[in-house]
Structures are given as structure tokens and as C-alpha cells.
């Protein structure tokens, strides 16, 4: 047990992250750090941006997809994956599938924005829109598991695709070895626990340190509550971070890699 009382659970090892890293890196961009003089005037530290803006499809989304997809069987491969989202994980799903030449479906509310439906047709996927919310799209998905087989790729929760987006961690420390402190965003969870672990695996020094939004603190709250906490509501401009729930092994890993979570200012949720 830990000193807050949770069961330990997923550890992930740097073994794993360097062969997800390998699996990963010939489908991916291997973004570059940038500096910022502004930043580094206003705060007086040297900091630096991991800027996977760069990256397929936007976002670091589509390493855990590709690491996962990479670990399929044949069979499982054949028959392909599935997952419901109507933002970025959705693409990196799409992307990855396409990369390795199977087949994607992707479960979206019925109101989803018609720029990303059309975007994730793009690169190839299936899109079956169900429901109003995220959670009946989810719904859908779940059933079309049972229905065709398909693997779920779950967005933040699943320990291929932690592995995966950790490979971003293991990134940023060979090209900044002396970082000190990484600061990551959590919404789900998922980038957050495969950067610390992936990061600690290599420099157990460096300080990893969650950023929540105020407004969906759910991480902070399910910390210091020593289990899932379920919010009522959530509340912030970053869609990615409007989580009203994190996953279980997330919540496990954030409690023993992550050395602090810092919420965002009130300024970043919508009024």
C-alpha cells in the first residue's frame, strides 16, 4: 500500500517505453523542443516546449494508438479497432490504423463539430454517429466490440496506449537531459502517466508536475480522496481536459509518479 492508501497498480518499465518507442518512432514525428524567450523572461527559468503541434494529426494522440495497433495480432489486426471520441483521439486512432493498413471505427455523438467528422474520415476511418453525448457514443462503440469483434482502443486508460504517449517523455529527456521539471496537462490522464513513469524510468530526480483545469479537477480530487472521484460537472475551454472521470490505472500511476498536481487559473474555463 501507499502512503495514501491506494493499491499500487500499472508500472511500467523503461524497457517497455524504449520498446513502444521503437514500435512508435518509424510512424511518427519526433518533435522538436522549443525555446521561448518570453517565457523565460517572465518566469526567470530556462523552459522549453515539447511541441507536438507538430505531430500527425495535431497532437501526441496518435502514439498510444500506434503502439497499441503495434502489439495486435494478426487476428485481432483483421478484424480492427474501434474507439468513440470526437476530438484528437479520434484522429490518432484514424491515423494509426491507416498506417498500419487496417481498418479504424470511430463513434461520435450526433452534435459532434462536422470539421472533425470530416477530418477523421479523412484519414480513413469509419464514423458512426450515435447518441447526444460522448457517453452514448461510447455506448455505441462498446456494442460494435461485441457485434465485430473490434478492439477498443479506450482514450486514456489502456496500458499500450500509456506506453505509447510516453514515449514523448522519453523524447524530451534525450533531448534536454539536464530538464529538471516536466510539466504535463491531464485530462484523462493517459500523457501524464506514460511521460512520468517514462521519465522516472530514466532520471528518477526529475520532478514531474500535473496541470488540471480548475474547472475538472477530477485527477486532484480522486488523489486526495484515495479513490475514483466522479465529478458532477466540469467546466474549461480545452476540450481535452473536460474529464469528468480518470481511469484507474491513470489515477494509480499519478499517485506514485507524479510529484505534484497544480490546477489551472479560473481563466481558462468558459463562462
Known amino acids: 500500500m501507499t502512503s495514501n492508501g491506494i493499491k499500487p497498480g500499472l508500472t511500467l518499465t523503461r524497457d517497455d517505453f524504449e520498446k513502444a518507442y521503437k ?31 507538430f505531430q500527425k494529426g495535431g497532437s501526441y494522440k496518435v502514439r498510444g494508438p500506434t503502439n497499441l495497433i503495434g502489439l495486435l495480432t494478426e487476428e485481432e489486426r483483421a478484424k480492427g479497432v474501434i474507439c468513440s471520441s470526437a ?21 461520435m455523438a450526433t452534435n459532434a463539430t462536422p470539421s472533425k467528422i470530416e477530418a477523421t474520415k479523412g484519414y480513413g476511418a469509419e464514423v458512426v454517429l450515435h447518441g447526444s453525448i ?15 469483434g473490434l478492439t477498443y482502443v479506450h482514450p486514456f486508460d489502456d496500458p499500450r496506449l500509456i506506453a505509447g504517449q510516453g514515449t514523448a517523455g522519453l523524447e524530451i529527456i534525450e533531448d534536454w537531459p539536464e530538464a529538471e521539471i516536466i510539466l504535463v496537462p491531464i485530462g484523462g490522464g493517459g500523457l501524464i502517466s506514460g511521460v512520468s513513469m517514462a521519465v522516472k524510468s530514466v532520471k528518477p530526480h526529475v520532478r514531474v508536475i500535473g496541470i488540471e483545469s480548475s ?15 466522479t465529478l458532477d460537472d466540469v467546466s474549461s475551454r480545452i476540450d481535452g481536459l473536460r474529464v469528468k472521470t480518470v481511469g484507474v490505472n491513470t489515477h494509480s500511476v499519478v499517485s506514485r509518479f507524479v510529484d505534484e498536481i497544480a490546477t489551472a487559473s479560473r481563466s481558462d474555463r468558459r463562462p
Not at 30 to 53: C, H, M, Q
Not at 89 to 106: L, N, T, W
Open 23 to 53: 514500435r512508435v518512432a518509424p510512424h511518427v514525428y519526433r518533435t522538436p523542443l522549443l525555446t521561448s524567450r518570453s517565457l523565460n523572461e517572465v518566469t526567470g527559468f530556462d523552459i522549453r516546449l515539447k511541441a507536438e503541434l
Open 87 to 107: 476530438g484528437n483521439h479520434s484522429q490518432g486512432v484514424a491515423i494509426a490504423a491507416q498506417q498500419y493498413g487496417i481498418q479504424a471505427v470511430v463513434c
Open 134 to 148: 460522448w457517453d452514448e457514443a461510447n455506448e455505441k462503440a462498446l456494442e460494435l466490440v461485441k457485434e465485430r
Open 215 to 229: 474547472g475538472a479537477p477530477a485527477m486532484q480530487k480522486s488523489i486526495e480522496a484515495g479513490h475514483l472521484i
